[in-house]
């Protein structure tokens, strides 16, 4: 099997770090990420400037650019050959409910299920990496499943609760819950007194219930929620047809 992992907390995280070396005992590898934290780029590309892409000492392919960009270069130009999986994380932090619509870990996935591969993005469930080796451990059990009752491609989102390995609950398919709006902008003044704006913190959830992925990864479960990319509001359709007609 061979995987290209991405991530958008960049080249040099723990959590990527930990997810290499737990896949490369299990598959070939390669890492093309970026060059910096790109948290909350979402599905963005570079389309003002190029890109250029570096190696770095342990053999992993950075990129001054968004996840986004790392796994489209790498997939139209980059390799030589087709993954057989994108894999993105371990990412500092959990991506549940309203916050994949943002993530740049789910987007670096997404990049890859647009071309075709399955892809699967990985995040814990707090930020700080505490026990990233055991969530990386995990993470390898999951890839190894490979999931030969889901239709090809797929985009699995899975997020992991900062809990030893002995200590996971089971692996549950989830569906994503919902956040309240996120709390106001922190108001602030630059060096030469200019007003700045800091983006606020997210707000509570508002859809925590039972079967989401908060409610599992609460409760120390492995939440997998499977995406889809289509938008359509399709219970909506008639009822603009008839406002059209």
Excluded at 155 to 176: C, D, H, K, M, S
Aim: charged letters at 20%; proline letters at 7%; a negative charge.
């Amino acid at each position: 099997m061979r995987i290209l992992i991405s991530n958008d907390d960049g080249y040099l995280a723990p959590g990527i770090n930990a997810l290499a070396e737990a896949l490369a005992a299990v598959a070939d590898i390669v890492v093309v990420a970026p060059d910096s934290n790109r948290s909350g780029a979402s599905n963005s590309l570079s389309l003002d400037r190029p890109l250029s892409v570096q190696r770095a000492a342990n053999g992993f392919y950075f990129v001054n650019g968004t996840p986004t960009d790392c796994v489209h270069v790498a997939l139209t130009g980059m390799l030589d050959y087709r993954p057989d999986l994108v894999v993105s994380g371990i990412n500092n932090g959990p991506n549940m409910g309203d916050d994949t619509l943002y993530s740049g870990t789910v987007a670096a996935a997404t990049e890859g299920y647009l071309f075709g591969i399955p892809a699967i993005a990985f995040s814990q469930g707090s930020h700080g990496w505490e026990h990233i080796e055991d969530a990386a451990r995990l993470a390898r059990d999951i890839v190894l499943r490979q999931f030969d009752t889901l239709a090809r491609p797929y985009l699995l989102n899975v997020n992991i609760p900062n809990l030893p390995y002995e200590r996971f609950g089971p692996v549950v398919a989830t569906r994503l819950g919902r956040r309240h709006q996120a709390e106001p902008v922190i108001r602030a003044l630059d060096p030469r007194g200019n007003e700045i704006f800091w983006i606020g913190p997210p707000g509570a959830t508002k859809d925590a219930g039972a079967g989401t992925d908060f409610h599992a990864v609460a409760r120390g479960q492995v939440s997998i929620t499977p995406l889809q990319i289509d938008l359509t509001h399709t219970t909506q359709l008639d009822a603009l047809a008839r406002g059209l007609a």
